[in-house]
């Protein structure tokens, strides 16, 4: 699944000795396998490929220019959900007919963006967005691609922040909107509304909540074509869960074995927008134990990574292992049990809480283990504090991605007006 291992009881990424990263780069550190990552995309790839979709990679998983520039090399598509993502999909050299554009709140800027580069579509959330995109398609004079996005109104047993497909979230239409739209298709004369998309949630870990789901867009699918309305795409959206501690979910075949029917029956191209399948146990975030403190009630471990680095914990409450760098001797009476916890002055700052796990102590080294996806690219500055560095590993060699923050990063854009100086 994924090729951190511990060789001589250190913690390896592929060929690789983290602690030597450590020595090189210090920590904070996020650390990914290049070989995880792509065995991910493959694996994919592989079990769908009776379908033959176009695998657009999540961006907001992990939005790293080398890692993007990884999948895009092997033939993956991008899926975007703002400008930047689109300056980045086209820095890494994305083909503009392979990314697909999501989200909410698509301001006229970007949609004009977007429309010039000519990317494959945009997944519409709204009529109101629809007829923005209409507008702004007439004024450049060009015919748009869109697909509607659906909200099939499915329980897709996840946490209730990264459910999406619930008709009391803000995403998609429903079918009822999404029939409206389609009858009055003509209307949009800069539109080509060629596809249907849904993205029902986020770490769905059974192929089921997209079994209930794609068998209602292939009803709606089924009414659409009796009355002459025919599409060319099926986006099924992203979502596949992970293991980040004793979830079973399911693997790429089981998943391809209960939905590649439904999607021959839809008789439509398939787009799939994996985020956290692919990166998710592709990194880690390494951190040095800085403190040990003990309150009555409680023993602390305070690592030197915070909130800011890794928030999934603080937001979602999420689970991560997380493994000493340098094995520690299992003996009888040497577990603890511990919060691990970061400097910043939020009580949300915490990795694991309660967490059973050898003796530890000051300076030693530690892995959050599955920190690849919503990782660096939810972190932020938070405490001003420097965002870490990230390094891809390769087999034996490893490659500097992205340089640690330095102070000056911090305040680059900002300004003290004249009368205050
Ligand atoms: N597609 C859309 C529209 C999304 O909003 C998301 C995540 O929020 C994804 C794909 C990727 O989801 P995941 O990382 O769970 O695969």
């Known amino acids: 699944m994924h090729e951190f291992k511990y060789r001589n009881k250190q913690l390896y990424c592929e060929g690789v000795k983290i602690q030597d990263l450590v020595k090189r780069f210090s920590t904070p550190l996020y650390v990914y396998s290049y070989h995880t990552i792509l065995g991910h995309f493959i694996k994919l790839k592989i079990a769908f490929k009776k379908s033959k979709p176009l695998i657009c990679y999540s961006v907001k998983a992990n939005s790293n220019l080398a890692i993007l520039r990884a999948l895009v090399k092997e033939g993956a598509g991008l899926d975007i959900v703002s400008g930047g993502e689109l300056f980045r999909a086209i820095k890494v050299g994305c083909p503009p007919e392979r990314i697909v554009y999501a989200g909410v709140g698509k301001t006229e800027k970007e949609i004009k963006e977007a429309i010039k580069i000519g990317i494959l579509f945009f997944n ?88 209930s789901a794609i068998g209602k867009l292939l009803n709606f699918i089924r009414k659409l074509r009796k009355e002459g309305i025919e599409l060319e795409y099926l986006n099924i959206g992203g979502g596949l869960g992970i293991i980040y501690n004793k979830e079973t979910p399911q693997t790429a075949e089981e998943f391809a074995k ?27 975030l390494v951190t040095k134990v800085l403190y040990i403190k003990s309150t009555s009630k409680k023993k602390f471990v305070i690592v030197d990574a ?47 809480k309660n967490r059973t796990i050898p003796k530890l102590k000051e300076n030693h080294y530690l892995a959050i283990m599955g920190a690849g996806a919503y990782g660096f690219s939810m972190s932020s500055n938070y405490n001003s504090r420097c965002r870490p560095a990230e390094v891809l590993v390769k087999e034996d060699k490893f490659y500097l991605i992205r340089e640690r923050e330095a102070y000056n990063d911090l305040i680059d854009n900002e300004v003290i007006p004249e009368f205050l100086r």
Do not use: W
Request: charge should be positive; glycine fraction near 6%; hydrophobic fraction near 40%.
């Open 306 to 352: 915070g909130m800011n680095d890794l928030i999934r914990p603080a937001l979602y409450d999420a689970y991560h292992n997380i493994l000493p760098l340098k094995m520690i001797p299992q003996r009888k009476g040497n577990a603890q049990k511990v919060d691990i916890v970061g400097p910043i002055c939020e009580s949300a700052d915490f990795f694991a």
């Open 124 to 211: 519409v959330e709204s009529i109101s967005e629809l007829e923005n995109i209409n507008g702004i398609s007439k004024r450049l004079n060009k015919i748009t691609n869109v697909a509607i996005r659906i909200n099939p109104d499915v329980e897709p047993k996840t946490h209730r922040f990264i459910t999406t497909g619930r008709l009391t979230n803000k995403f998609g239409v429903d079918f009822k909107t999404a029939y409206k739209i389609l009858k009055m298709r003509k209307d949009f004369k800069f539109l080509n509304i060629s596809g249907l998309h849904i993205h029902i949630g986020s770490q769905i870990t059974s192929p089921l909540p997209y079994v």
């Open 258 to 284: 209960r939905l590649l029917p439904l999607l021959k029956k839809s008789n439509l191209k398939i787009i799939m927008e994996p985020g956290r399948f692919i990166v998710g146990n592709a990194g880690v």
